[in-house]
């Protein structure tokens, strides 16, 4: 079980946006893209839920080539995408009512209680805040039974304390709601903090030019504060890549 791409390609009105990316994410793992921006992991991530078709190379997932839209990945895009006339609940089962599924309103209330969300369960998305939206937001995604989760920046906009409590919280949901993740982030300590894996990635047309794997016996900030070496090196392999220096 396993998402694999072989010599990804991708060119988009004659930008060269992705160039020869190989890279192989097993099932159950957390794994982050990093790259200067601009650099094509959105679209990497698209090419994943087939909104975008690859121009060269494969990605299979599961045995499973992926040629166009599909149902293997449950999709968390940059705007958090609320349905602002939605409440809470209205907005977190949102798929099951697309699909005419039943909702299970115990288990709701048990997934709103761990978000810390059962409170404002009857909350239009307007009445939250920053970090209560992004919660809700990974709530949906996270109702939606596919086996890999796709983050883009699910965190990006929230400001420094709340997206480091937002940190803490990921890592201590029970490990029966984890599934294989795929991040992305611009955050360099986030992806050490939260991943099994980080993807480096070059400048465009993308590659991965290191594949980093983290294995701490116990993920806590106090690790972290010892992984300042670490950070050094891809923020430099990131610099050495940017247009920006
Ligand atoms: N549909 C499209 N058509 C043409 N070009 C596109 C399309 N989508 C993205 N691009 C271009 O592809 C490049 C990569 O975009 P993408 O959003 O994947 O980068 P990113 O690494 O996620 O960026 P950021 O770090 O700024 O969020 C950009 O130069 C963008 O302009």
């Given at each position: 079980?396993?998402?694999t791409l072989e010599h990804v390609g991708l ?7 992705l160039n020869d990316v190989t890279a ?20 990497l991530?698209?090419i ?5 078709p690859i121009s060269t190379g494969s990605v299979v997932?599961?045995?499973?080539p992926i ?140 590659h ?38």
């Amino acid at each position: 079980m396993a998402i694999t791409l072989e010599h990804v390609g991708l060119t988009l009105d004659d930008l060269e946006i992705l160039n020869d990316v190989t890279a192989t994410i097993n099932a159950g793992s957390f794994v982050s893209l990093i790259a200067p921006s601009g650099a094509g992991k959105s679209t990497l991530l698209k090419i994943l839920t087939g909104l975008l078709p690859i121009s060269t190379g494969s990605v299979v997932v599961d045995g499973q080539p992926i040629t166009g839209l599909n149902t293997t990945f449950s999709y968390l895009p940059q705007e958090d995408m609320l349905l602002p006339w939605l409440n809470v609940d209205q907005n977190i089962t949102l798929y099951q009512r697309i699909n005419h599924q039943a909702v299970d309103q115990d288990h709701v209330t048990d997934l709103l209680t761990l978000f810390g969300l059962v409170a404002y369960r009857h909350f239009l998305p307007r009445q939250l805040s920053g970090g209560m939206r992004q919660r809700v937001a990974l709530l949906r995604t996270m109702m939606n039974p596919a086996n890999y989760l796709l983050l883009d920046e699910p965190f990006g906009a929230l400001d420094a304390m709340t997206r480091g409590l937002m940190q803490d919280w990921l890592l201590s949901l029970p490990t029966a709601l984890k599934r294989t993740t795929v991040l992305v982030t611009h955050d360099i300590e986030e992806a050490i903090y939260l991943s099994d894996r980080i993807l480096v990635l070059s400048a465009r047309p993308a590659h991965v030019v290191q594949d980093i794997s983290l294995t701490p016996a116990t993920r806590d900030r106090e690790w972290l504060a010892t992984q300042a070496p670490l950070k050094t090196e891809i923020y430099q392999l990131l610099r050495e890549d940017s247009d920006v220096k």
